[in-house]
């Protein structure tokens, strides 16, 4: 099977990307490189700029100012149709008149590639999400988690330079979320495509991602490996949002925080001395202790990661 995967990815460099409408700030001057064949997961709640940053990037929107740049290449203000992406939505989009095959050469079709090229590269990407048997089946003959993989074949048939997942598991139901992530990443890795994810579920972007971007009001609070943000939390909206987390009351003094007489490291050591606040920590986890109720008082066990604390309200 021929793939597009000796098609080495390119670089996606988002420099001060910043979107307004009507005076609301979307995107917050969002600076970010994707490195070539890297997959980044943008993860955040409703409304925290992370469709809208996948937007710019595909050209379906105005920047207001800010670059986004392909392989050192300004598209900022190319259209959608000129910046070789490709696209799949949460809605799986499929032409209901049309048969698997016929989604997957469409975009081949809208570039004038003959008939029996087409019919091949879309045979081809059939075989790599798996639907090889399915070529001839219409829309309503096909699964949830079938009609997104055809819509996966449909985007990576046009051998595009970056490809643009938008949630595009929420419609399924949990069984095939998972099993249709796991082929989502085994695709991209086997094609070699850079690849920018949004997700509002963490449990998708720690499973699928290289790094994970973690946005909250059109700001990217921070950025790096699912393990570093899970474990490492940058700031108290990260900490809350990702995994579980359990709070207390504590005190700072010294570098350290005092929780109910036992003391512990923070990850930030500039908090100021003596002032009450919140501790985030520690995470629930099978290679993590946790603090546990312990002869009729808490007390923290030795291998705790380090904390995070904010002010008090």
């Known amino acids: 099977m021929s793939t597009n995967g000796s098609k080495l990815g390119v670089e996606v460099r988002l420099e001060q990307l910043r ?7 979307a995107l917050d001057e969002l600076s970010l490189t994707l490195a070539p064949g890297e997959l980044v997961a943008l993860l955040g709640p409703s409304g925290c700029g992370k ?6 990037v595909a050209g379906l929107d105005e920047v207001t100012s800010g670059k986004v740049l392909f392989g050192g290449t300004d598209v900022t203000t190319l259209g959608a149709n000129k910046r070789d992406v490709g696209m799949v939505f949460q809605a799986y989009s499929l032409f209901p008149h049309m048969t698997a095959r016929q989604n997957v050469a469409f975009g081949l079709q809208m570039r004038h590639v ?11 990407m059939l075989e790599l999400v798996g639907l090889s048997g399915y070529a001839d089946r219409f829309a309503h003959q096909l699964s949830g988690g079938q009609q997104q993989r055809v819509a996966l074949a449909r985007a ?4 595009p330079k970056v490809l643009l997942l938008d949630e595009p598991l929420s419609a399924l139901d949990a069984k095939v979320r998972g099993r249709l992530r796991d082929e989502i990443r085994r695709v991209q890795l086997e094609v070699g495509i850079t690849t920018l994810f949004v997700t509002h579920d963490q449990e998708e972007a720690l499973a699928i991602a290289d790094r994970v971007g973690v946005m909250n009001k059109g700001r990217l609070e921070q950025l790096g490996p699912p393990t570093t943000i899970y474990s490492r939390p940058a700031t ?4 809350e949002f990702v995994g579980l987390t359990n709070r207390m009351e ?11 007489g036992t003391r512990l490291p ?4 500039t908090l100021l001395t003596g002032q009450p606040w919140r501790w985030f920590g520690p995470r629930p986890c099978r290679s993590r202790r946790t603090v546990t109720p312990a002869a009729g008082r808490w007390s923290a066990q030795s291998s705790l990661w380090p904390s995070w604390a904010q002010p008090a309200a």
């Open 19 to 25: 979107r307004v409408f009507a005076g609301v700030v």
């Open 51 to 56: 469709t809208t940053a996948l937007r710019l």
């Open 114 to 124: 003959d008939e029996q090229a087409r019919n091949r590269r879309s045979d081809e």
């Open 156 to 159: 990576l048939a046009i051998q």
């Open 236 to 239: 108290p909206f990260v900490a």
């Open 250 to 260: 504590g005190e700072v003094k010294g570098g350290e925080v005092i929780v109910r």
């Open 266 to 269: 923070l990850v930030n050591p």
